[in-house]
């Protein structure tokens, strides 16, 4: 239970820096940096709240 409500957290901290990142970047690789980060916490707070949920 406690890898489940960790990686809905830290899912959760990682889509609020890459949806920050992503709004103010100026060059592609940036920006794709910022979207893979999104993508990633899609996938992380997926898994998380799949069993744990506040």
Request: hydrophobic share 50%; proline share 2%; aromatic share 8%.
């Amino acid at each position: 239970m406690a890898i489940h409500k960790l990686s809905a957290i830290l899912g959760t901290i990682i889509m609020g820096i890459g949806s920050f990142i992503t709004c103010l970047a100026t060059t592609e690789s940036t920006i794709t940096l910022g979207n893979g980060m999104l993508v990633v916490s899609i996938i992380m707070m997926g898994f998380g709240y799949s069993k744990w949920q506040p």
